[in-house]
């Protein structure tokens, strides 16, 4: 029932006047991205340099469990209204994708058109990506075939 409250909220929180992104789910972003091996610089918008994406230490092993911390942070950057900008919601959007319940993807698609509505054209793919994903999860057909399972063989 708590994740249909937040779900509301985000759909009908009021857009701020000039609001800035926050840069707590900006953090999250880019550490969620550089565990799956894209380096983005501290402004999530940018890539680092070579030089420097080298000097970072490699958690592609064990970011299942960082996964997890992340989620909590960012729900309770929801459940405090602190996300307010079309970023904010699509950095959201990005990490509840890399949950593990059919939940955090329909959130995510939430997540998505909600900063699809805040302006950030981008987020488009992201919808079809989260509604794909949480579709599958619960048994279901996508509609735009956008998630794959992948056999691995002995």
């Known amino acids: 029932m708590r994740i249909f409250l937040v779900i509301l909220c985000c759909l009908f929180a009021t857009r701020a006047v000039q609001a800035q992104d926050n ?15 894209l380096p983005y610089a501290d ?22 469990l960082r996964d ?5 942070q960012v729900k309770t950057l929801l459940e405090n209204g602190s996300l307010q900008t079309a970023h904010d919601f699509r950095y959201a ?5 890399h949950g593990q319940q059919s939940d955090d993807y329909l959130m995510a698609h939430v997540l998505a058109i909600r900063a699809v509505g805040l302006g950030d054209l981008s ?17 279901r057909g996508q509609i735009f075939g956008s998630q794959y399972l992948t056999e691995s063989y002995a």
């Open 23 to 37: 840069s707590s789910i900006r953090a999250l972003f880019v550490e969620d991205q550089r565990d799956r091996g």
């Open 43 to 64: 402004d999530a918008v940018h890539m680092l340099p070579k030089a420097e994406a080298d000097k970072l230490p490699d958690h592609s092993q064990d970011f299942g």
């Open 68 to 72: 997890v911390g992340r989620l909590k």
């Open 93 to 97: 959007a990005i990490l509840f994708q």
């Open 123 to 139: 987020s488009q793919n992201l919808a079809t990506l989260t509604l794909d994903r949480y579709l599958q999860s619960i048994g």
